[in-house]
């Protein structure tokens, strides 16, 4: 897939989801211990690729997102919203103190433009926080429908990041893609076919079950062992 095209499905796909969902505020995810007291150190704070998912306090907050209606959304919470994507910040060299990417990166061909942008607008000692998907060898078609271009070897990740002045302070496990090759089958065929039942078994059923069994996270020095573990969390310095 080419990077036009792949700018082309997340475009859709992300745009009718958004359309569809509910906005969750960032006081009911798993990662609003870690983030508000990270934010509470930053006073100048950017999240990229929030959707309606956004982990940082939203007022006060810098967002870029690819889709109109997150912007529109973002903006009447009282976040600085606008309409970008993470290859090309239009943000000045070293303005923030703290800048989050959950489930992003993965998704643009050029991922070093992203991993170049991130490092460009944080100050030196600010701290990223970005979660990515890891191993090629568990690509499903669910990375597939979302948009993704790749899953991360954890060496190639721990290299990207470095050569961007990025080093990791601590990680977790993270994320709940689903694993069962069926309910992936019936979770494609839903959205593809019936987008509106989906969304409405989505934030009626799934999102609300999915926030009450959040797993506290669970960080470690450094990269922990990827052994078992198919998405990371990571929070990283720019020396």
């Not at 499903?140 to 060496?155: M, S, W």
């Not at 709940?176 to 059923?205: C, D, E, F």
Request: glycine content about 8%; hydrophobic content about 45%.
């Amino acid at each position: 897939m080419t990077t036009d095209d792949l700018a082309r499905v997340n475009q859709q796909f992300y745009d009718a989801l958004w359309s569809n969902s509910r906005l969750v505020r960032p006081e009911r995810f798993n990662t609003w211990p870690l983030l508000s007291a990270l934010a509470s150190r930053a006073p100048s704070r950017l999240e990229v690729g929030p959707g309606l998912r956004p982990r940082l306090p939203i007022a006060g907050t810098h967002f870029i997102d690819i889709s109109p209606p997150v912007v529109a959304r973002l903006k009447m919470e009282g976040g600085l919203a606008a309409e970008g994507a993470i290859a090309s910040l239009p943000f000045a060299d070293g303005q923030f103190d703290l800048v989050c990417a959950f489930d992003v990166i993965e998704h643009i061909g050029d991922d070093r433009s992203g991993f170049r942008e991130v490092g460009r607008v944080l100050k030196k000692g600010g701290r990223l926080v970005l979660s990515v998907p890891i191993f090629a060898a568990l690509w499903t078609n669910f990375d597939t429908l979302v948009g993704h271009a790749r899953r991360y070897e954890p060496g190639e990740l721990v290299e990207n990041l470095r050569s961007h002045e990025l080093e990791i302070e601590r990680s977790a496990p993270f994320g709940m893609q689903p694993s069962n090759p069926w309910l992936v089958r019936l979770g494609m065929h839903l959205l593809i076919q019936h987008r509106k039942t989906a969304m409405r078994w989505y934030n009626g059923l799934i999102a609300p079950m999915g926030l009450l069994f959040q797993r506290r996270l669970r960080f470690s020095e450094g990269l922990i062992d990827t052994k078992k573990v198919d998405e990371l969390i990571l929070v990283c310095v720019r020396r």
